[in-house]
């Protein structure tokens, strides 16, 4: 318990103390939601579906929560990078306890960021449908959270340094991001797109998050939270193996 | 307490460890001597879990490494050859970090990690983050950091490399004590020759991955008929100047630089 507190902590301390990070990672949400919110609510209105921020604002917490979460984790490499890796590894807790640890704190951290962007959002005039399914969104940022925070760790554990970084960017971060609706409604989709939107786990998270936030749903909350919670599992399961297999 | 049977590592095609052989018993200190790319770092590296030996056999205070790494774990402690702080955290945290992942008891921790802190002399800089400390006080923290649970066995990893005389002879103090009163084995590496024999009670010179001698300091001399260490060593491993053998890291960035090529 006290192991995977104390890696908790460790990862709450280095994300407080990186201010820079932490408002970097917000000018993408507040440019997304001013230029795309305010770009496209017009013509958002005139197909008669109604105010594109309200459908908007979710979808770019969702983003800041994906992109927090898979940095979280891949910051690993830094810590192999420096040695600090090491330092862990021979330690006499188990590495599933770090791997919970690690996954935690970077969860925690992604938790705080969307939050914040959630109030951005409010200020950039998004509503919510109701205070009482506040909490209920908040179960779903965690979910998306702990998600892709697994995803990362699972991924940083097989790279031994940054080379990768960018091709993780490219075909896996954004395609999941651009094609989870995040961004346009699922509904009105080409066949094909579906069912790549409905492979993207992200996809859940989102629409999870739409239904707690504006009350509109896709999947339906009940698939969302199955889905993400089984995926979730299995991410955490595939990189506690792969991290227990690290050699440094 | 270390059983170190036919064990062998090979990199693809590289041998970095070749069959070697070896016992250290209880209470020993114990070193490992070679010089650059003979294979020191990666035999402990395989000693403390952190690689896997191609094969051969290793039991660490009777317990095989390969089946129970968390047990194996909590029988030792390591001072590693290169920087493993976190650079984000402070001194003092990064030493409550180890405390707590090393299990010594809450009660103790804040006096033994005042101790140790002033042992190095950096309690006074204890709050403040690892990047801001020079090379040499990174170093007397990592230090600090290995002694701040009692294993059974410690490894050091050139332990001495950049130390100043006096922190030096500090540490094998501590060390000596640890192996006195509460009968710590002891397995590190050094190029000093003259520290060597001054502390081990048994040597193992490695070269090419291979060990080549072992004995007492003074079988060691004796058996080379020099009447100090270094040139005994010279004399078992030749004069020639070592290559250092790539780490996992450069290698992994000059496989990826020639598939980039491609």
Known sequence: ?248 | MIKVKNLTKQFGDFTAVDNISFNVEKAEIFGFLGPNGAGKSTTIKMLTTLLHPTSGEIEINGINPALHQDKVRESFGIVFQDPSLDEELTAYENMNFHAVLYKVPPEIRKPRIEELLNFVELWDKRNEFVKNYSGGMKRRLEIARGFLHHPKIIFLDEPTLGLDPQTRNYMWNYINDLNKKEQTTVFFTTHYMEEADRVADRIAIIDHGKIVASGTPEQLKAQTGKDNLEDAFLELTGSKIREEEASGLDRMRMRSKMWRRR
């Open chain 1, 1 to 248: 318990m006290s192991t995977i507190y104390i890696l908790w902590l460790r990862q709450i301390k280095r994300y407080l103390r990186s201010r820079s990070r932490i408002i970097g990672s917000l000018g993408q949400p507040v440019l997304f939601l001013v230029a795309l919110g305010f770009g496209f609510g017009p013509i958002f209105q005139k197909a008669g579906q109604g105010s594109y921020i309200e459908f908007l604002a979710p979808g770019i917490i969702a983003m800041s929560i994906l992109f927090t979460a898979i940095f979280s984790g891949v910051e690993m490499i830094w810590d192999r990078q420096f040695g600090f890796l090491k330092e862990t590894l021979v330690a006499p807790v188990s590495r599933l306890n770090i791997m919970i640890g690690r996954v935690f704190g970077g969860a925690t951290a992604s938790v705080f960021q969307g939050i914040i962007v959630l109030i951005i959002s409010m200020i950039a005039g998004f509503r919510v449908h109701s205070v009482g399914l506040i909490l209920l969104s908040l179960v779903f940022m965690i979910l998306i959270s702990l998600l892709f925070t697994a995803l990362g760790t699972a991924i940083a554990s097989m790279l031994e340094d940054f080379q990768g970084f960018q091709l993780i960017m490219s075909f896996l971060v954004m395609p999941l991001f651009f094609l989870s609706g995040a961004l346009f409604p699922i509904q009105g989709l080409p066949e094909a797109m579906k069912i790549v939107a409905s492979v993207d786990p992200l996809s859940y998270g989102v629409d999870g998050l739409r239904f707690a936030l504006t009350g509109a749903s896709h999947f339906g909350i009940g698939i969302d939270f199955a889905v993400l919670t089984i995926i979730t599992f299995l991410l955490l399961v595939a990189g506690s193996f792969l991290f227990s297999r690290i050699e440094v």
